[in-house]
């Protein structure tokens, strides 16, 4: 047994991996961007140290998704029973060209590749919460098209092309759906690769005195920030995908019960030791001041595109992720009980960014 990934050896890929191996008792070929091998070997490296289990079967080859096969040659594929698709770019402010190359071809060439394996028994993608778009109200895991407007390309050719796996998989290709929220680091350590959304607040209150100051975009009572932590994403797809009543469903990868505006700020306020003075404004203008005022970008550092996620007005539904985890891992950890650990493990790395792999 084969197992295919892509997004190796991103933020999901490479804590998932070693999951999927050991559940499977496979080895795994991961298509690598050949401007990511160095990383993607020292990240094996580490994987076979950390999980002795999985030493000797993971293999790279370098590839791309954006071109048809993949990079592969088709005997690469010929014994594969089990692909993963993360790669993506996972940029608010990606330019539509790239975003369309990479997300909606690159996910097509995928489909297209895995096609051709005989053995398949299921494609597992990772696709977004935010799929949705700007839907206002409650969004259940089997609904896309809403006919909400996208916030930026990134959700419009996310939805663009999980429109084409759903099309695949209702002509019959075995598939599952993960629609993660926001994801941030480990909730037992603080660690991540990457810091944006939530961090670019902690970043923000985290360079000003005790008495902080914050604009607030919209309503803060009556919208929510869906967080979940990386290692809950890692257990429920390790558990959800070895599911047979899995095949064909999407999943919410979200916390059932999000923090509104308010509290989350409240909250970040608390674990950064500030006291918040409030500026309510317009969405549109607090994103067209970050955008256009001179000096406040380089002072604040929050990018305009991130405004969204702070004034959304779609909740996400978790019934069949809920349910069928229901023998499984635990659902999302509080925010309020890892916070903490997220802000601490900031402060200890300033070496981390948030430019997006891809």
């Not at 401007?35 to 289990?53: D, Y």
């Not at 700007?134 to 916030?151: I, Q, S, T």
């Not at 680091?185 to 902690?202: A, L």
């Not at 308010?262 to 994103?287: C, F, N, S, W, Y």
């Amino acid at each position: 047994m084969t197992v295919l990934m892509t997004g190796f050896p991103g933020f999901l890929g490479s804590a998932l991996l070693p999951r999927i191996l050991n559940r499977t008792e496979s080895t795994a070929i991961c298509l690598v961007q050949s401007k990511f091998a160095s990383l993607a070997k020292r990240r094996v490296a580490e994987l076979s140290v950390a999980e002795p289990s999985v030493s000797g079967r993971i293999e790279l080859v370098e590839g791309d998704i954006t071109q048809p096969g993949l990079g592969l040659a088709a005997a690469a594929l010929a014994g594969v029973t089990e692909a993963w698709h993360l790669a993506a770019a996972y940029d608010l402010a990606v330019a539509r060209e790239a975003a369309v190359r990479i997300n909606v071809d690159g996910t097509r060439n995928v489909l297209d590749a895995v096609e051709q394996c005989p053995n398949l028994t299921r494609l597992h993608y990772f696709s977004t919460c935010y799929v949705s778009g700007r839907y206002a109200g409650p969004f259940g895991e089997d609904d896309l098209e809403v006919g909400a407007p996208f916030n930026n390309h990134y959700e419009e050719t996310k939805h663009l092309a999980e429109a084409d796996v759903r099309w695949r998989m209702s002509a019959g290709m075995p598939a599952t759906i993960y629609r993660p929220s926001i994801v941030v680091g480990d909730s037992r350590t603080g660690e991540t690769q990457k810091f944006d959304g939530p961090y670019f607040v902690m970043q923000w209150l985290l360079r000003q005195p005790r008495h902080a100051i914050l604009p607030v975009a919209g309503d803060p009572t009556m919208t929510r920030v869906n967080v979940v932590p990386r290692d809950f994403v890692v257990d429920a797809v390790s558990y959800l995908s070895g599911l047979a009543i899995s095949e064909g469903r999407t999943y919410h990868l979200a916390d059932p019960q999000p923090l509104t505006v308010e509290e989350m700020t409240d909250v970040l306020a608390r674990a950064t030791g500030r006291q918040l003075v409030k500026i309510p404004l317009p969405r549109k203008l607090a994103k067209g001041s970050l955008a256009h005022v001179p000096g406040l970008y380089r002072l604040m550092r929050i990018p305009p595109e991130a405004v969204d996620y702070f004034a959304h007005p779609t909740f996400y539904l978790t019934d069949h992720c809920r349910a069928d985890l229901a023998d499984g891992p635990v659902g999302p950890p509080p925010f309020t009980g890892y916070v903490d650990r997220l802000v601490d493990f900031m402060r200890r790395h300033s070496e981390v960014g948030s430019a997006a792999m891809f």
